[in-house]
């Protein structure tokens, strides 16, 4: 099956700790994403990246980092996590030089006591 | 700067009945233009694109949607919705393919 893939689905953890979110995509694409849509539904994309080129949104604290190993993997990690990161991240990736549509993973869904 | 304007925050309308979603769109350049729907707790689906050539556009489960130049609108339409089609349904934009700019969503509500 070729999709986008996340994991976990959900995760709770308390202020202050690492957590980390996986992403794999079996599309084949070169360019991956992560977005946090937070509790109304709105969308905001936070990192872009493919083998070459980390783009970062300027609005992302620097408690979170993506780290990639490969084209096909982008992770997420939260160095230490605060209230308002309760949020649903979503992963995201699109083939470069092809057409501009991206494709999304489940999405996890983070909630900080 | 570019942005996506989705004006309706929630539309309830009747099984079988017509549904429009409106979308309009800020960019300097010609845009890049998707819609995509969000079930409950899964990730977003694409349900159409437009890049270029005929303004209206067809995408999956039956939904079309027409671009407008003058308008600078991106407009979702489906003829007749059923209960599934309840979800929130978000247009976006992206320029020169890099980055998405999503509207706020429009939560559709179908009733039986």
């Known amino acids: 099956e070729t999709a986008v893939f996340q994991t976990p689905n959900y995760h709770v953890t308390q202020v202050g700790n690492e957590v980390s979110f996986n992403c794999k995509q079996t599309l084949g694409h070169d360019t991956m994403y992560w977005y946090k849509q937070d509790s109304k539904k709105l969308l905001k994309i936070m990192f872009s990246y493919n083998n070459k080129q980390l783009i970062v949104n300027e609005t992302v604290p620097r408690r979170f980092s993506p780290q990639s190993s490969d084209k096909a993997h982008l992770n997420l990690r939260i160095k230490s996590v605060e209230p308002e990161d309760s949020a649903v991240y979503l992963c995201?990736?699109?083939?470069?030089?092809?057409?501009?549509?991206?494709?999304f993973g489940p999405g996890t869904r983070l909630t900080v006591l | 700067a570019q942005s996506v304007t989705q004006p309706d925050a929630r539309v309830t309308v009747s099984e079988g009945a017509s549904l429009q979603l409106r979308c309009k769109y800020s960019?300097?350049?010609?845009?890049?233009l998707f819609w995509y729907v969000q079930y409950p707790r899964q990730g977003l689906q694409l349900l159409l694109k437009y890049y270029s050539g005929d303004p209206v556009v067809q995408g999956v489960n039956s939904f079309e949607a027409e671009f407008s130049k003058s308008n600078s609108s991106f407009h979702l339409q489906k003829a007749s919705v059923h209960w599934s089609d309840s979800a929130v349904y978000f247009c976006a934009l992206s320029s020169a393919g890099n980055k998405l700019t999503f509207g706020i969503g429009t939560r559709v509500l179908v009733r039986p």
């Open positions: 960019y300097s350049a010609t845009p890049y």
């Open positions: 995201a990736s699109r083939r470069l030089g092809g057409s501009y549509e991206q494709y």
